[in-house]
T-cell receptor
Framework: KQEVTQIPAALSVPEGENLVLNCSFT??????LQWFRQDPGKGLTSLLL?????REQTSGRLNASLDKSSGRSTLYIAASQPGDSATYLC??????????FGTGTLLAVQP | DAGVTQSPTHLIKTRGQQVTLRCSPK?????VSWYQQALGQGPQFIFQ???????QRGNFPDRFSGHQFPNYSSELNVNALLLGDSALYLC????????????FGPGTRLTVT
């Protein structure tokens, strides 16, 4: 059974700092991995999608990497801003693109 | 493009009642999935619809059922509501296949009293 874990559960950093969020999964037989952002009480906003054949994806200040063999992904956020404060969720996708989520990392960026 | 839309935004029901939630997918998307998100948890997969059929189902009881219409919109029905069904219900749409991102709607907050 696939399990997804995100560490740390919560993180507080000063504005401008570079940071890394971690995601691990137990079964390497995934088809893709997707990172999402969720603001309090809101839906999910897709940040990056990495196909199983890819090693990383970049969008603006965000960079996500994928190491299937070790069951790990990282989300790197450069030059953090207060507007980046949210919960970040990673999810692994199976054959029908059913997503299995971690419990998220709550990020607070202090001005 | 309006993206994924869901209705209603909030809903309060009493134990034992039935509820129907609605989802309109992003334009061009043919696959709709439903997720339940309890407070402080990651979303849990309920089921997925493609070509008007349930293609895959998560670990949810038969009280949870759904439907997809020819225009790809979808409904989630929950019968005999329990207090534990209180959650944020999220709809996601995508084109079929694993190469495509899933886009989520704003969710419906269901409170069961």
């Amino acid at each position: 059974k696939q399990e997804v874990t995100q560490i740390p559960a919560a993180l507080s950093v000063p504005e401008g700092e570079n940071l890394v969020l971690n995601c691990s999964f137990t079964d390497s037989a995934i088809y893709n991995l997707q990172w999402f952002r969720q603001d309090p009480g809101k839906g999910l906003t897709s940040l990056l999608l990495i196909q199983s054949s890819q090693r990383e994806q970049t969008s603006g200040r965000l960079n996500a990497s994928l190491d299937k063999s070790s069951g790990r992904s990282t989300l790197y956020i450069a030059a953090s801003q207060p507007g980046d404060s949210a919960t970040y969720l990673c999810a692994v996708g199976g054959a029908t693109n059913k997503l299995i989520f971690g419990t998220g990392t709550l990020l607070a960026v202090q001005p | 493009d309006a993206g994924v839309t869901q209705s209603p935004t909030h809903l309060i029901k009493t134990r034992g009642q039935q509820v129907t939630l609605r989802c309109s997918p992003k334009s061009g998307h043919d696959t709709v999935s439903w997720y339940q998100q309890a407070l402080g948890q990651g979303p849990q997969f309920i089921f997925q619809y493609y070509e008007e059929e349930e293609r895959q189902r998560g670990n949810f009881p038969d009280r949870f059922s759904g439907h997809q219409f020819p225009n790809y919109s979808s409904e989630l029905n929950v019968n005999a509501l329990l207090l534990g069904d209180s959650a944020l219900y999220l709809c996601a749409s995508s084109m079929t296949g694993v190469d495509y991102e899933q886009y989520f709607g704003p969710g419906t907050r269901l409170t069961v009293t």
